[in-house]
């Protein structure tokens, strides 16, 4: 058995409402077990059984997103096993003005293409990791750096979705 973490990308903002009870019901009805989501953003833990591809998971959970939703669903599909590395191996020091965030890829050429031509600019602070980007920004300006902007364009919303630190921690 493999116990996995499913970060669906753009649920409970621009009307795109799932309930966390919703979302365990659902992916407990694809035959996963230790079913629990997380906060309200779209974070969901399971247990599956070995034998599954992660690929051909990752599109299962979609497609059942998108059967049951009626939205366009896309998930990052990560190992729990490699959460803890992951919030571990944050490289810019954490500071009370700053957020720290990581964008998942569930294809490491989206994230190289996130990270094509990104330059220091002195508010952004960017880095590669084992399938994630490392990103820390000032507080209030997540929607508004130039990294964010680059980040939130439709090109990456079928490969990316970006979560705090923070919220990675509960997922631990």
């Not at 903002?13 to 079913?35: K, M, P, Q």
């Amino acid at each position: 058995m493999t116990r996995w973490v499913a970060l669906l990308r753009g649920v409970n903002v621009n009307g795109i409402t799932i309930r966390s009870a919703e979302l365990a019901e659902l992916v407990r009805g694809l035959g996963h077990t230790d079913v629990r989501t997380v906060l309200a953003s779209g974070n969901v833990l399971f247990t599956a059984d070995d034998a599954a591809d992660a690929d051909a998971l990752r599109t299962a959970v979609e497609q059942a997103l998108r059967d049951r939703f009626g939205y366009d669903a896309w998930i990052v599909l990560v190992p729990h096993a490699a959460v803890s590395g992951i919030v571990a191996g944050f490289p810019f020091p954490s500071a009370a003005d700053r957020h720290d965030y990581v964008v998942f890829g569930s294809e490491d050429a989206a994230l190289d293409d996130l990270l094509d031509g990104v330059t220091a600019d002195g508010v952004d602070q960017v880095a590669r990791g084992d399938g994630v980007v490392y990103w820390s920004c000032p507080k209030g300006s997540s929607t508004s750096t130039p990294f964010a902007k680059r980040a939130g364009a439709a090109r990456f919303k079928h490969t990316t979705t970006t979560r705090n630190t923070n919220t990675l921690r509960k997922l631990l």
